[in-house]
C-alpha cells in the first residue's frame, strides 16, 4: 500500500478509538450537546417574544414575535454549536498529551498525522449529530424553512467545513495546553464569537464599536449564508466571503496543530 492509503487507514482507526471513547465516557458529549439546545429554548421562550418585536429582523421584518425570532435565532444557534462542540477538541487532544498516550503512539508503526485527524474528524461527527439534534428541536418550537434539498445540502455543507475548521483550531489549543482545564477554558473565546455577530441580533442594532467588529468577524458572514439558505432570503457575496473565511481558518488550525504536534512528539 502507498503511503497515502497507510494514512487513510490509520486516520480511520483513530477516529473509530475517538468515538468509542466519547461512548464511553459521554459526560463531556452530552455538555456540548446539550447546551445549545438549553440555548435555543432560552432564547425562543424567554427572549423570542421581546426581541422579535422590538428589531427589524432581515427577511422577518419587525413586529413578528416569537415565531419570527426563532428563524432568525436557529442559524445562529447551529453556529454556536458548533463554537462549543470544538471544545472538546480541545480537552481530547490535551489529555492524550498529558496521560502520554502519544508517547506510546510514537513507538507503533502508525501515521503521525493520523492521531490528529482522528481527533477532529470524531468531532466533526459528533458536531453533526449535535446539528441534527438542534435542527429537530428547533423545527419543534417552531422553525420554519423554504429551503429546497440543495440549499440545505449547502447549508449542511457550510457547517461541517466550520467544524472542521474549527476542530483544528481546537486541536491547536490543546496541544499547546499544560493541563485539562486550561484545554477546557482556551476555547472559549471561539464559543463567544457568534453573540458578537449576526447570531442573536442584527449588528444595525449593536453600538459603533461592536457593530463594526460584528460585521467584519467571520462568523457574520457565516450566519448570514446559512440564514440566507434555510429562510430564502438571499446571500450576495456572504457565501464567498464565508468559504474564504473558512478555508483560512482550516490552513492556520492545521498548519499550528500540526507544528504543535511536531515539536511536542520530538522533543
Partial sequence: MSTTTYALRDSMTMLRRNLKHAQRYPS???????LPVLMLLMFVYVFGAPLGDGIDVPGVGGGGGRDAYTNYITPGILLMAIATSSIATAVSVCTDM??????????????????????????????????????????????????????????????LFLAFALAWLSAAIGLGSESVETASNAPLPLAFLPFLGSAVVPPDSMP?????????QPFTPITETVRGLLLGTGIGNDGWI??????????????????????????
Fill in 28 to 34: 463531556l458529549t452530552l455538555s456540548v450537546v446539550v
Fill in 98 to 159: 498529558t496521560e502520554g498516550i502519544i508517547n506510546r503512539f510514537r513507538t507503533m508503526s502508525i501515521s503521525r498525522a493520523s492521531v490528529l485527524v482522528g481527533h477532529v474528524l470524531g468531532n466533526v461527527v459528533q458536531t453533526a449529530v449535535s446539528l441534527l439534534l438542534i435542527v429537530c428541536v428547533a423545527l419543534a418550537v417552531g422553525f420554519r424553512s423554504n429551503a429546497h434539498v440543495l440549499e440545505w445540502a449547502a447549508v449542511l455543507g457550510l457547517l
Fill in 208 to 216: 459603533a464599536g461592536i457593530r463594526w467588529f460584528a460585521e467584519y
Fill in 242 to 267: 464565508s468559504l474564504a473565511w473558512l478555508t483560512a481558518l482550516t490552513v492556520l488550525g492545521y498548519v499550528w496543530a500540526k507544528a504543535s504536534f511536531n515539536r511536542v512528539a520530538n522533543r
